[in-house]
Each structure stands twice: as C-alpha cells, then as structure tokens.
C-alpha cells in the first residue's frame, strides 16, 4: 500500500520535495524505511498559574496523504497517535469532541495547524492576544463539563454536538464575553454559544475565557433539563443558574490546580455582579475554598 502511494504522489507530481521518499521507494525497490509513531506533549498558558498547564483531552491529528491517526493527551498533557507513518506527518488539533465543536467565527471549523516531521510534536499554546489560546480554554472548559470531574453536577446531555464560536474581538454589547442562543435554537446550524476575545478593558484573561465558557454551557444545561411547560421558572432563574454553575466549576477547576487562593487574588471574580431584574442574576462572592454543592 505504502509503495502504491508513494508511485501515485510521484507520476501526479504531489510527491513533497522535503519528502523521505527516494526514487528507488517510488520504484519499488527500497521498502525497508523504519516507521515512527507520532506523539508529543501540549500545554496552554494560564494567567492564575502564570504558567503552562497540560491541555488534556484535545484531538491531536498526524496526517500523511489518506491517512489519519490520532491521539488525545491524557492529564499530564502527554499523547501517542494510534498508528505509525514512514514519512514526515503534518501534525494538528481540530478542536472538536463528540459533544462540542469550536468554530472560528460563526462557521469555520477551528484548527491548529502545527508543523511537518517526523518526530514528536511538543507545543506550548502560549501567546495571549492570538485565537489559539482562546481556543485552548473553550476546550479545558468544555472538556471539564463534559468529561471531567464536576463533582455530581448534571452534565450538558443532547443528541448532537454544541457549537461553540468563538470571536476575536469585542461584543456588540458592552463588556458581554459570551452569550448563549436560547432554547437551542441554533439547531447545531447556528452556534449555540459565543465567546468573544475582548471587551472594553482590552483581552479577556484565560481565567475569565474558562469562567465566560461555564456559564454559556450552564445555560444549555438549564435548557436542556428544564422541560418547556416550566418556560416561567426557567426565564426567572435563568442567570442565577448559570452563575451558580460558572462560579462553582472555575473554583473546582482551580482548586485541582492548587490554584484557588491565587484565582481570588487575581481576578476577585468581579466580573460576576449582581443585576436586580427579570432573570435573578446572583452574585457569588470569593470564599478560600470550592463551596459545598
């Protein structure tokens, strides 16, 4: 198979120039190259930590021609793909999990295109002002919700993917970071959820990007479980439980890091206030430990 490729990438002219395919390969008269597995390390920056954590449970793709292998990072960030290649792979994450897909912008499907080779892919999502990292956080956020530990919370149950947005840039609202399409009326067609990138003050720090991310997906819950008949009650507590939602995973989120204290000292979670009206919004003040649920 290795050699009916390689001879089909020669006579189309696809054959890479910084290929390890030699003309004898393409000949079929040299198959004894060795195969090499792809693998690696990712993490992404945090601005509690002020440091890179592992980004666990991403979907690393290796690719070389038709052929895809992947790999998902377990919790110290590390990751094998499920097969071997001959050739250099080009590597990538697609940000996307059987429950969730992160688009860039309204549609596109959002992607890290990394590097070209044969060996392992170490990489460190690190800079603050570019998508990526926005992507990186959507995805910790996410993948806690739905995988990880939310200590008996109900997580987001539903027979398709959400689509969360993500958006460079400010809100057409004032300082809003993110904002959910009610009932699930985007239908996996139109994003269910919206993250933006900025606001007034400037970037939005990863801790509040992670925070922003809980409290949409708090809404889906809510909206999920809570049966229409009930439409009333739903609207009236609507903020309140996403707040409550949004302030208890980012405690758990930071209590596993060991980073609790300094997510209070940081951020004071200011950003979650008290607005006295229709929806019940709740303020949920600092404590030096994750609340009792």
């Not at 195969?35 to 666990?56: K, M, V």
């Not at 987001?156 to 959910?180: A, L, M, Q, V």
């Not at 720090?205 to 809510?222: A, D, K, N, R, W």
Request: with cysteine; glycine share 6%; net charge negative.
């Amino acid at each position: 198979i290795d050699m009916l490729v390689d001879r089909a990438m020669y006579l189309t002219g696809n054959l890479d120039s910084d290929s390890d395919t030699s003309i004898q390969s393409v000949a079929g008269t040299n198959s004894s190259s060795s195969r090499w597995t792809p693998s690696g390390r990712i993490t992404a920056y945090d601005d509690i930590a002020n440091a890179q954590i592992p980004l666990e449970g991403v979907k690393v793709r290796a690719r070389v021609w038709f052929t895809t292998h992947t790999g998902i990072p377990d919790a110290d960030g590390y990751f094998t793909c499920d097969g071997t290649f001959k050739k250099p792979a080009n590597y990538c994450i697609k940000w996307e999990r059987a429950y969730w897909d992160i688009r860039e912008g309204y549609v596109g499907q959002a992607y890290y295109n990394g590097p070209k080779q044969s060996t392992e892919w170490n990489l460190d999502i690190t800079s603050d002002s570019e998508k990526s990292l926005r992507y990186a956080t959507i995805h910790r956020a996410a993948y806690r919700i739905y995988y990880g530990n939310i200590n008996g919370l109900m997580r987001p149950g539903h027979s398709r993917k959400e689509k969360i947005s993500y958006f460079h840039r400010e809100c057409w609202t004032d300082n809003i970071n993110g904002s959910y399409y009610s009932y699930q009326l985007g239908a996996g067609i139109v994003s269910d959820v919206r993250i933006f990138g900025k606001n007034s003050n400037g970037w939005i720090p990863m801790s509040q990007i992670f925070s922003t991310t809980c409290h949409e997906l708090g809404h889906v819950i809510h909206c999920v479980y809570t049966p229409s008949r009930y439409h009333d009650a739903r609207i009236r507590y609507l903020e309140a439980w996403a707040r409550c939602f949004q302030y208890y995973v980012t405690m758990l989120e930071y209590s596993d890091l060991e980073l609790l204290s300094n997510l209070e000292i940081v951020s004071d979670f200011k950003y979650l206030i008290t607005i006295d009206n229709l929806y019940n919004f709740q303020a949920w003040h600092k404590c030096l430990g994750a609340p009792d649920y």
